[in-house]
């Protein structure tokens, strides 16, 4: 009984986790608005995402155009929230940002191109509800 009561008193005190050191989520949801890049039209599956996080978030998706790269290059300097594109199975992008599950593979092997969300890393909550809504969102294979 004092493993259990010792757990339960350790995680009383996690009421904050998991974190967004820079807010995300709560100025999401303050603002009423998620700031989205895309490079190119998005797949149904891709656009049901949104959907799912502007139902969770009460927001609305801002979607902004551009290559991936800048888009890219604008997430890490947070004029957006996130970026929707297809990323290659061994992206160099997986180590600087935090990637969704993918929500549609289109294409095989080494040539799938995986249609992901991209965040900024450590914004815990936000990549959470991302990542959840993702997985409720896809049509790849094993993503339930």
Do not use: Y
């Not at 820079?22 to 995402?49: C, K, M, W, Y």
């Not at 080494?110 to 936000?126: D, I, Q, T, V």
Request: net charge neutral; charged share 25%.
């Amino acid at each position: 009984m004092a493993p259990v009561a010792l757990g339960a008193l350790m995680l009383s005190g996690c009421d904050h986790f998991p974190q967004d050191p820079d807010n995300t989520l709560a100025e999401i949801r303050e603002h009423r608005a998620f700031r989205v890049g895309v490079d190119s039209s998005l797949p149904p599956e891709a656009s049901q995402l949104l959907v799912r996080i502007e139902r969770a978030t009460g927001a609305k998706a801002q979607i902004s155009r551009g290559g991936v790269e800048p888009l890219l290059a604008k997430l890490e300097a947070r004029e957006i929230d996130m970026v929707v594109a297809p990323f290659g199975n061994k992206t160099p992008w997986a180590a600087q940002v935090a990637l969704s599950p993918p929500v549609r593979v289109e294409g095989e092997g080494k040539n799938a191109l995986e249609w992901r969300a991209a965040m900024r890393p450590g914004e815990n909550r936000w990549i959470m509800l991302i990542e959840t809504n993702a997985r409720r969102a896809s049509s790849a294979p094993g993503a339930t």
